[in-house]
């Protein structure tokens, strides 16, 4: 089959399995994970040609699971703002789009069903588990052919995907393939095959009235396994029309003074702010290079050097290896260098609920900590700095990699991504040299300063943009209780950024929980920060974690007249055993009063992302 593809799909396409003709005459599946776009999507037009040369139905099937790691309110948000322009487009474009959400009632193994029933199924290419076990599983047992496509890099890495251990060594190996690819249009896919129409092993969602429609996705969302405590970034908006016109902005506005603007984190304008864009396959990349290579600026360079090499380096380091988190992937002398500082003593060490509250030294560090929670971004320049302070305050290497790539992953919007990994393992040496003499705890790892970098940044224009409202309602918001459910939700609302006040109410004042935190059962996206806290020796039970909680926030006495409440304890927590269904559902229920007041307000249609080429 792959012989009939033109060349420039033809590099991108790996085939998965040893089956070569399509099975029978059910439709090509077009399985996309990752890339959610129409222009210049090579998984849909390689959908197009196989369907078209063996004269069977196209079916575009886009799933959105629970299993990701860090499955959450604002990623699921972002992906189903993509569903909405995917449906429209695919309408316009006259190809058969379906949406499956897994959630309560509908969690059936429909990638299973479609590998004994399809024709042929493609999918994008995402590098990194668990992604690349579900397509590894559906390969081995399909009873048709399995391919993967590169939609995400425009060296392909099916063509190069080689593990370079220095930026400048895939910028030399890479200069032909890249200077060819810029310099060509993507060709355009006139083929038209027949939409697939027949029947499907799920009940699939009806876009317009289900997602378009702000109050009805919500109701989705609730049924959804994911944390609801990591709120949507209200102002971003997710999607291919958002990232084009974000990318225009930038083309039009802020590309000639790349150059000169993108190491200032206090200048939000300065960069493209597109890497969730990319991330998320909203935006063509191929596109970007290829329109910023026009421009033939200084500027346009350097933001070229960003997006072609310290961007897709990355991807074809993470394509290359067998196990992208672990820290083997780190050079010899790096690992010798955390060997031979293991023993040094931390001043200062944190637990990573701490760091995760941006409870850290650093007032800095803290402002960055809370861009993540609050934003989903964190500027580039700033990056490595956050995340080389990480190791100052944690016991070991495999420690300081795992918070650090769990609080990226977890919060931004570009997370979860090869960029996010190796830009984590950089912070530990990836890609780098050694640097003498040796330094306590970082070795010859490269140390960044905080303070140095504080020195020469705006700090108080930072922390007021980071400082900015994530949303609209009125504030601040008031949660009347102190109970481990109200201190929940009390969390929440602060560490997304908004003014939140406790009122201690007569039934808040009596505790009604003492049972050890051991006998309890927490929701699962509790669990490790509650296990954070009991590393603490005088955190035992269940009212000592809503203490830890709480702290910081503000109390007072009663509710003001005329404000929001979005939750009230009235004693209904009678027993250990209710207590995760009852978190759940009072969490949703607070989330409910923010969605009413934010999801329904018109959002930019221009996305604002992070990682910021």
Known sequence: ??????????????????????????????????????????????????????NLPLLIYHAIDERYPHASLRHHNMLLDAAVDMDQGCRKAGLRYVLHIAREGHRPSVMK????????????????????????????????????????????MPLFGKSVDRPYKFRDATKKMRKKRLQATWPATDLQPEAYSGPLPFEPINVVEQVKDMNKRFELLRTCSIDPSVLPVWHERGGEQAALSKWQQFYDKGLNGYARRRNNAADPNGVSRLSAAFHYGFLSPMRVAREAAAVGTKSAEKYLDELLIFREHPWHHIFSVTDPYASSNLPEWALQSWRDTSDDPRVIRLKDHQMEYAESPSTLWNICQQSLLRHGELHNNLRMTWGKAVPLWTESLEHSLFIGQTLNDKYALDGRDPSS????????????????????????????????????????????????????????????????VASSVA???????????????????????????????????????????????????????????????????????????????KGELVGAESLSTFIQQSMWESVAHLWQSNASTKRKNASVQTKLI
């Not at 069903?113 to 690349?132: H, K, N, R, V, Y």
């Not at 047992?141 to 995400?152: E, F, K, L, S």
């Not at 984590?424 to 490269?446: A, E, K, Y």
């Not at 203490?547 to 926030?553: D, I, M, P, S």
């Open 113 to 156: 069903s479609f590998g004994q029933s399809a024709s042929c199924i493609i999918t994008d290419m995402f590098p990194l588990p668990p992604w690349t076990d579900w397509v590894n599983t559906i390969a081995k047992n399909a009873a048709c052919p399995v391919y993967d496509i590169d939609c995400h890099c425009v060296i392909p």
């Open 491 to 569: 969390r929440m609302l602060h560490d997304n950024g908004l003014d939140v006040c406790i009122v201690e109410n007569e039934i808040s004042k009596q505790p009604t929980l003492h049972s050890a935190v051991e006998d309890i059962e927490f929701p699962s996206w509790m669990e490790e920060r509650v296990a954070s806290m009991c590393e603490q020796n005088d955190i035992n039970t269940v009212n000592d974690v809503a203490v830890q909680l709480r702290k910081g926030l503000s109390v007072v006495e009663k509710v003001p007249k005329d404000s929001l409440q979005v939750h009230e304890s």
């Open 421 to 484: 990994v190796v830009g984590i393992q950089w912070c530990h040496g990836l890609f780098d040299r050694p640097f003498f003499p040796s330094m306590p705890v970082m070795g010859v790892v490269r140390k960044r300063d905080i303070l140095t970098h504080a020195s020469r940044l705006d700090v108080d224009s930072y922390e007021h943009h980071v400082n900015r409202s994530p949303g609209h309602g009125e504030s601040p918001y008031h949660v009347v209780g102190t109970d481990i």
């Open 1 to 54: 089959m792959m012989e009939a593809l033109p060349g420039h799909l033809l590099e991108r396409t790996r085939h998965l399995n040893s089956i070569a003709e399509p099975h029978g005459s059910g439709p090509v599946v077009v399985w996309l994970k990752s890339s959610f776009r129409l222009h210049e999507n090579p998984a849909i037009d390689v959908g197009k040609h196989f369907a078209a040369k063996h």
